[in-house]
């Protein structure tokens, strides 16, 4: 089981880089060098050429459906528009209805859609599985919480991985691509929440708002988490333009060089960058209880 953990965990914190140019390969690379040679390639495409080449039919690419939004080109709009009435799977469309938010369309069918995922995971009771630190441990062990849960609620385990781990975070992390301000009380219902990391994607989705008073619930969030998991929130606080959120960052990540490393790559990207820090970072360690 360990290993099917690590499986869900990269898929939750979305695709690295270098696994971003292994799927846009047809066929295997030969050495990293291709692989960075496709993700450049890739980057350096414009919104039309990605619709073109990655909306043909589904399923459709979550990286590709990310640089969409990223981007901002609403010439994309109709190849989108395709993409959500064709797309069987919930999370990308839900990552689909969220790109057309971000681009401005104004049909209500796609914020409602996104909303109403972003709610039901966020009034999910369902804890993470497992403690997250900084290193690994040789061994793996589930929290006591989320044991409890599935038991209680007559779960299959590997079902309740898929949710905790990777259908729940997703779909807030959707509403938080959006960027919409509809979303702000779902966000801040979402900074409550047992697993950390519907709080991640809800912490950065209120960054990507870029409205200074979902600070202070940020605040709130961290004082109820551990260590590596206050870290791992606080970031988010680096992307508002606030003293106060500054100066909180750093207190709250409490490692110098890491506060440093981590305001100098948020300056570089700015706020827009927030929901993309989100999705690039490594994925995170865990350890047993």
């Given at each position: 089981m ?10 939750l914190?979305?695709?690295p ?67 959500f ?16 938010i ?94 950390v ?11 990507r ?6 600070i ?17 929130i ?40 927030a929901?993309?820090?989100?999705a690039?970072s490594p ?7």
């Amino acid at each position: 089981m360990r290993s099917d953990i690590y499986v869900i965990l990269t898929e939750l914190v979305a695709l690295p880089l270098l696994a971003i140019a292994q799927e846009l390969s047809s066929k295997a690379a030969e050495s990293p060098t291709d692989h960075q040679d496709e993700l450049k390639a890739f980057l350096q495409e414009a919104p039309s050429e990605i619709a073109l080449k990655y909306f043909e039919h589904p399923p459709y690419r979550l990286f590709a459906i990310r640089r969409l939004i990223e981007l901002g080109d609403p010439v994309v709009t109709p190849a989108l528009r395709r993409a959500f009435a064709e797309e069987t799977e919930v999370t990308r469309r839900r990552f689909i209805a969220a790109a057309l938010i971000s681009l401005g369309d104004a049909d209500p069918q796609y914020f409602d859609y996104v909303a109403q995922g972003a709610r039901d995971a966020v009034d999910s009771h369902l804890p993470f599985p497992v403690l997250l630190s900084d290193r690994l441990t040789s061994t793996l062990s589930y929290r006591r919480e989320f044991l409890q849960f599935v038991q209680e609620h007559g779960l299959e385990l590997s079902v309740a991985l898929q949710k905790s781990t990777f259908e729940l975070p997703a779909a807030v992390e959707a509403l938080g691509e959006a960027a919409d301000r509809r979303s702000f009380p779902i966000l801040v219902h979402g900074l409550e929440s047992p697993n950390v990391m519907i709080v991640r994607a809800a912490a950065f989705g209120l960054a990507r708002l870029h409205d200074n008073s979902g600070i202070q619930h940020i605040i709130a969030a961290c004082t109820r988490l551990s260590l590596n998991e206050r870290q791992m929130i606080a970031k988010a606080l680096l992307y508002f333009d606030s003293p106060s959120a500054q100066r909180t960052a750093r207190a709250t990540i409490a490692d110098t060089q890491l506060f440093e490393r981590w305001q100098a790559q948020v300056k570089r990207t700015g706020w827009k960058g927030a929901m993309r820090d989100n999705a690039y970072s490594p994925r995170p360690a865990v350890k047993s209880r």
